[in-house]
C-alpha cells in the first residue's frame, strides 16, 4: 500500500513555477532519499507534502494512504500521521522544549501532560540526548546540531506515519550525526516511513534506503538505488542524469 503518492505536482510560490511534474511514490515502511543541487526545489517539495500555505499546488495531487490531501491544512496533515522536521526550526521565547512536546504529544496523540512528561524524559534517554535541553527555551540559542537533535526527538515521540526529514545531517558533527542517524533508524525499523532530503551520503552509510530519487529545476531526473549516491558524490549531478 503507498503511504505517499505524489502525482504530477506543479507547485507555485508567488506565482513563480518551482516544481514543475514531479510523481513519487513511497510505499509503507519505506525510506526514500531526494538528493539534488541547491534551489532545485527538495524543500518546497516537503514544505508542500505537509501544506505549507506558501506553496501552491496549481496541477496534481498529494494522495496519503490513499486519501487526496492536497488540499488539506497543515494541522489536518499532521493529525493524518505527517511529521517535516525543518531545515530552518524557528525560536520560540517563553516557552520551554518539555512545555513544547507535551503540547504536541497533547495535540498529535492525546498523551496527557503528566503521562507525556515521563515519556519525554524516558526518550530522551533512550536516545541518549542530554536532559538539559528539555528546560531550555525553543531553540532559542541552540547549536544546528541541538536544534536537529530536538526535531528527532519531536520525531521520535510523535511516531508519525511519514516522517519528512529536510537536512537532518546539515551542520551536524560526527558523534551527533550518529545520534540522529540512530533515531531515524529506529524508526525505519518500527516502521515509519520516510522521505529525507540530504546533500551527503554519509549519513547514508548509517541507513539502508530503499530509493533515491535526483531533483534538478524542479524535476525528477532520476530515481534509482543506493547506488546513485556514490556516483553523485564522485562526479556530480550530471552523471546521474546521462545514465
Ligand atoms: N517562499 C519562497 N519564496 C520565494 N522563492 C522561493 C520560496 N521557496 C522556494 N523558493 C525558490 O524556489 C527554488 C527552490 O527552493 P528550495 O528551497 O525548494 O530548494 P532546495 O532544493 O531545498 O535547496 P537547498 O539545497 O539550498 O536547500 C529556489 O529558487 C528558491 O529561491
Ligand atoms: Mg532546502
Redesign the pocket.
Known amino acids: 500500500m503507498f503511504m505517499l503518492k505524489v502525482e504530477n505536482l506543479h507547485v507555485s ?2 506565482d ?1 513555477e ?1 516544481l514543475h511534474g514531479v510523481s513519487l511514490n513511497l510505499e509503507k515502511g519505506e525510506l526514500h532519499v531526494v538528493m ?10 516537503a514544505l508542500t507534502i505537509a501544506g505549507h500555505p ?1 506553496y501552491t499546488v496549481t496541477e496534481g495531487r498529494i494522495l496519503f494512504e490513499g486519501e487526496d490531501i492536497t488540499e488539506a491544512k497543515p494541522e489536518e496533515r499532521a493529525k493524518k500521521g505527517i511529521f517535516l522536521s525543518f ?1 530552518h526550526p524557528v525560536e520560540v521565547e517563553g516557552v520551554k522544549v518539555i512545555n513544547f512536546l507535551q503540547r504536541v504529544l497533547k495535540n498529535l496523540r492525546g498523551i496527557d501532560e503528566v503521562e507525556a512528561y515521563d515519556m519525554i524524559f524516558k526518550a530522551v534517554e533512550e536516545l541518549g540526548l542530554d536532559e538539559s535541553i528539555l528546560t531550555r527555551f525553543l531553540n532559542v540559542g541552540f547549536s544546528g546540531g541541538e536544534r536537529k537533535k530536538l526535531e528527532m526527538l519531536q520525531a521520535y515521540l510523535v511516531r508519525p506515519k511519514l516522517l519528512i526529514l ?2 537532518p545531517d546539515s551542520g551536524v558533527d560526527v558523534d551527533s550525526l550518529k545520534v540522529i542517524a540512530s533515531i531515524i533508524n529506529r524508526l525505519h525499523e518500527e516502521g515509519t516511513s520516510i522521505l529525507l ?1 540530504t ?1 551527503y551520503g554519509r549519513i547514508l552509510e548509517y541507513l539502508k534506503p530503499n530509493r533515491v530519487h535526483v ?1 534538478k529545476e524542479g524535476r525528477l531526473v532520476k530515481s534509482g538505488g543506493v547506488e546513485l549516491v556514490r556516483i553523485i558524490e564522485e562526479k556530480g549531478f550530471a552523471a546521474v542524469e546521462e545514465l
Open positions: 510560490v508567488s513563480k518551482i539534488g543541487p541547491n534551489g532545485s526545489g527538495k524543500s518546497t517539495l506558501k531545515q529536510d537536512e532530503i546533500h531533483l
